[in-house]
């Protein structure tokens, strides 16, 4: 049971200190007030409350692509930290620099982004105009470097290294600036060379559409969002096919769009494949051909020529179905007209990371041309003693430190695979306690026009600093004000936080990287830490969780990334956990801008999602057993994100994904369904709120019917026959304890979906000591379990993101205390090991606290930056999930506040709690729909209200009571976005 109001309040009062009372006169006043009245006076002068997304920011652009719309220059690189440059985002190219600071002739530091190497994300714009690392060469800041980068334009950045030597010796530093040219995975090392001019090539993937005759899981949810049928390989031209098995059973079919340029004629088509195992297969043509095809084995890439005769009148579509005799991998066909010999040849693709360099040492200047890429890059320094070298090797964390004390070559050869252009400035003196700033200018574009940029360097340095003074001054005094006391809007209780929630938005937002390819297109992507150079559905809804605070319109575009339009091949874009973040994130932003042109765009979408994961589209197999416990064993091992979670772990050792499935699927789509719920009535979808109502319906049934396990004070996961019906729990086969006793096991929670007495067991599990809560916060794994460990992944850790969870639905059931304990746990651990080791570690070992993990990682640690929003940002608003802001107001200077707030119908009326971060400078009183309602403060500035049980649509106004004439500073309601 939840506490009374008043003994909610005398705990308050117990661990924050005294709250302050409504005055008398207002209780006096109060009486008079109606909800009309209320709203009647409210003035003019007001603080809209609704984030607005950037001028210019439009959301048709969203349609049809997954990229991010940063700049062409960021810190997309996947190997050395520094600044990339995308010269064609349709090619997968990318060119890197970085600088290496080092001591002259002796350590130098190698900024590898796939382990740790001793250098920071230390500032970043939101918009990543400017970033800065700091590269430590003596811990703790005794000697280090700060490389700023800032983006001058579009072709252009300027490159400060501020060079610190905060030591009682004088030091000798050294500078490595090296490029380099990367290619994308799987780029082809195939490709055609013509003989003729009347020869067309078509790639296999290049499909109008495809079918197959037997579907499997992930038919209708590609692995990436790749299309298809889509195979990638450099072996192949282009680097893709068509292949996963297309050609296995009959009935297997691809439309081509094949426009024919001339009148009737004879051609040839000419098919270039693989067939594995050397045995023959056979597909029907139709359309532009009509017959029937045999293709002979073939391990390695060959060609089937095909005579026939063009139609009269311009070309028609190309049919490939499927005889059902063996799987082919196509890469795709020729057609030509000259019907005398192959009109082609297949030629090798070498990859031209040598370029081509023009030297001007009299000026300080360097310029690239590589032959893959259609621009020119261009380098110049302020620097008078350097060499400029030329690096034979493909990898410079053992190579360049073994030739450290080469100093005679101009060439420093290696294994030939790779080739990095180095200036290499030393030595940089720095005398006791003194520092020196370094500049260097990088530009891109025609010849002329770079040779023409590198003169300009002073001028774009005045220009930076407005007096020719240290370029990096400017970031360096960002990055102190954003960790000073003074900064604006954030309560007095949160500045300890400042520098751990700088560290972790730095992390966050340098956490980018290119290419990564989905969707038939190359895109610039968020990742959890850059050793995961790929997509993840789950990390990166967590990624754009911390978006959502810390640049919105970023946000916007992370959860696109995921998403796919009505009808797509791809029902969202899968990789790993199939946990549904974005439809969190979705409802985050919405509380924050309102904006109904991002929940007519994102419904739709969303609703494919869940319809996916509902088991109602296509051919996901979420949903196959007579219980309607949901898994998704099919499309990955991990049901929650926790790699090692003991009875996930136990389903696959003992080969039961059939068979069993967990609470969290479930009890994650049930919410995913509530909050979609309120965005169909939102838009007046009412024809959906059906759906949703009945698979809410069930699947609540299916958990308490066959999941809630009394005696271990879980629910579990569920065992089924070879008939798909329940037959009990899974328990742990060593010691017969119920599998599941841990987050997992407490889902439900999360879903609003438990009885009142579940409810109290749930929260004494997770908050008692000798269960879940550790000196660290919420453990995965109960501790009293007996296959709970201290040496696991996730079993014996601490993780942020299902205790983000937990406390948005504590908010839920009125228990704000128990949220504040969450999150000030959170805070407080990550801030401990954050400010020890200047490290954003990926989790927290539950008895010690110390970090542990990937040691920048943004992703799943993201809810920290909610928290500290939450408690210490003013002007924040904090719902749980079953609060739907209609339209909100800040007054001016924080010191009012009015919502319109609608609720989860699908509860029955209960309290629940919201959070306001108002100004401290006043004290409050609080009503909603004109009468008063109960309240407890956090410092100064956050109030936790209690709304009323109540589902039905209301206002809520705030109002100060300690101002002279509080009439100059109410909030008044802005326009409904949606007329």
């Given amino acids: 049971m939840n506490p009374s109001i008043t003994n909610f309040d005398r705990q308050g009062h117990e661990q924050r200190g005294s709250i302050r009372p409504l005055n008398r006169h207002y209780v006096r006043t109060k009486k008079r007030l109606g909800l009309t009245f209320c709203l009647a006076v409210l003035a003019v002068f007001c603080s809209p409350a609704q984030v607005k997304l950037p001028a210019g920011f439009a959301i048709d652009k969203l349609n049809g692509t997954h990229d991010l719309s940063l700049p062409a220059w960021g810190p997309y690189s996947k190997h050395y930290a520094g600044i990339s440059h995308i010269p064609d985002p349709v090619s997968g190219m990318r060119f890197d620099f970085s600088v290496m600071p080092g001591y002259y002739r002796n350590k130098i530091l190698i900024p590898n982004v796939r382990f740790e190497s001793s250098y920071f994300p230390w500032n970043a714009a939101t918009d990543l105009s400017s970033f800065t690392y700091r590269y430590e060469l003596e811990w703790k800041d005794q000697v280090y470097t700060d490389v700023t980068y800032t983006l001058i334009d579009t072709s252009s950045v300027l490159v400060s290294m501020f060079c610190v030597n905060n030591t009682s010796l004088p030091q000798n530093l050294s500078l490595n600036l090296v490029s380099s040219i990367e290619y994308p995975e799987n780029y082809g090392a195939r490709a055609l060379q013509y003989n003729d001019k009347g020869s067309r090539w078509y790639n296999a993937i290049s499909y109008r559409s495809m079918s197959v005759a037997v579907k499997k899981p992930t038919t209708d949810l590609v692995h990436d969002g790749w299309l298809r049928g889509e195979v990638r390989d450099t072996g192949f031209i282009n680097g893709r096919a068509i292949g996963d098995g297309f050609g296995r059973y009959k009935g297997d079919k691809i439309e081509y769009d094949v426009p024919m340029q001339r009148t009737a004629k004879k051609a040839r088509i000419f098919f270039i494949y693989k067939l594995k195992n050397s045995k023959e297969t056979a597909l029907q043509l139709t359309g532009l051909i009509n017959q029937k095809v045999v293709f002979p084995g073939s391990d390695s890439l060959t060609v089937l020529s095909l005579p026939f005769e063009a139609a009269e009148g311009g070309g ?135 040779a023409a940029a590198l003169k300009d360097l002073p001028s774009f340095k005045q220009r930076q600093t407005g007096s020719g003074k240290d370029p990096s001054a400017g970031s360096r005094k960002e990055a102190d004000r954003e960790a000073s006391p003074e900064e604006k809007g954030i309560l007095p209780e949160g500045k300890k936080y400042l520098f751990s929630r700088k560290m972790l938005q730095n992390t966050l937002l340098s956490n980018i990287v290119y290419p990564i390819y989905t969707q038939d297109q190359y895109i610039k992507h968020f990742t959890p830490g850059k050793w995961w150079n790929s997509l993840y559905t789950w990390d990166l809804g967590f990624t754009a969780l911390g978006l959502s605070v810390v640049n919105p319109a970023a946000a916007v575009e992370c959860i696109n990334t995921y998403l796919t339009a009505p009808g797509s091949q791809s029902a969202f874009i899968h ?405």
């Fill in 316 to 450: 028609r579509g190309l049919t490939l179905t499927s005889l059902g005799e063996g799987a082919i991998e196509l890469n795709g066909f020729v057609i030509s007209e000259d019907s005398i010999g192959q009109p082609f040849s297949i030629v090798g693709v070498p990859l031209h990371k040598t370029p081509v360099t023009e030297e001007d040492l009299s000026a300080r200047t360097l310029l690239l041309k590589y032959p893959d890429v259609p621009v020119w890059y261009g380098i110049t320094w302020d620097n008078t003693l350097f060499r400029i070298r030329d690096i034979k090797n493909d990898e410079l964390d053992i190579f360049l430190r073994n030739e450290t004390h080469n100093h005679v070559s101009k060439v420093l050869n290696g294994n030939g695979k790779g080739d990095y252009a180095n200036i290499f400035i030393r030595p940089v003196q720095l005398a006791p306690f003194s520092s020196q700033t370094c500049t260097a200018l990088l530009s891109c574009g025609s010849r002329d026009r770079v």
């Fill in 575 to 979: 990789h790993g956990s199939p946990v549904p973040v974005q439809v969190y994130v979705f409802l985050e932003l919405w509380n924050k801008t309102q904006s109904k042109e991002l929940l007519r765009y994102f419904y739709p979408r969303l609703k494919q999602y869940y319809t996916f994961m509902a088991g109602h589209y296509g051919s996901s197999t979420t949903d196959l057993l007579s219980s309607h416990l949901l898994k998704t064993w099919d499309y990955f091992y991990n049901s929650g994100g926790w790699d090692d979670y003991p009875p996930q772990s136990g389903v696959h050792e003992q080969h039961l994904e059939q068979r069993v499935t967990p609470v969290v699927t479930t009890a994650q789509v049930i919410r995913m369904a509530k909050i979609l719920r309120m965005a169909a009535r939102a838009l007046d979808s009412l024809s959906d709120l059906k759906e949703y109502d009945r698979d809410i319906s069930r699947w609540t049934s299916g958990l308490q019917n066959y999941a809630w396990d009394a005696r271990s004070g879980y629910f579990s996961y569920v065992v089924h026959d070879s008939a798909g019906k329940p037959t009990g729990f899974f328990r742990d086969p060593v010691s017969g304890a119920n599998f599941n006793m841990g987050l997992d096991g407490a889902y439900p929670l999360i879903a609003g979906v438990c009885t009142e007495g579940q409810r109290d067991i749930l929260l004494d599990k997770i908050f008692s000591p000798a269960h879940m809560w550790s000196p660290s916060g919420i453990t995965v794994v109960d501790q009293s379990a007996p296959y709970y460990r201290i040496d696991g992944y996730w079993n014996g850790a601490v993780w942020m993101p299902h205790q983000w969870f937990v406390w948005k639905a504590m908010m839920d059931i009125d228990r704000s205390d128990l949220a504040f304990k969450i999150a000030s746990r959170g805070l407080d651990v990550y801030k401990k090991e954050t400010e020890t080791s200047y490290y954003t570690f990926e989790h927290f070992l539950a008895a010690s606290g110390r970090g542990a993990g990937w040691h920048q990682f943004s992703g799943l640690s993201t809810p920290v930056l909610s928290w500290f929003a939450a408690y210490y940002k003013t002007g924040t608003v904090t719902p749980g999930f079953e609060i739907w802001i209609n339209r909100q107001a800040f007054g001016d200077n924080y010191s009012s506040y009015t919502a319109s707030l609608s609720f989860d119908e699908t509860t029955a009326p209960h309290k629940r709690a919201l959070l306001v971060c108002m100004n401290p400078a006043f004290g409050y009183r609080v009503l909603f729909n004109g009468k008063t309602i109960p309240f407890t403060r956090i410092g100064k500035g956050v109030l936790q209200l209690t709304l009323p049980a109540t589902n039905e649509t209301g206002t809520l106004t705030i109002l100060p009571t300690d101002r002279a004439n509080p009439r100059t500073d109410r909030a008044k309601l802005p326009a409904d976005r949606a007329k």
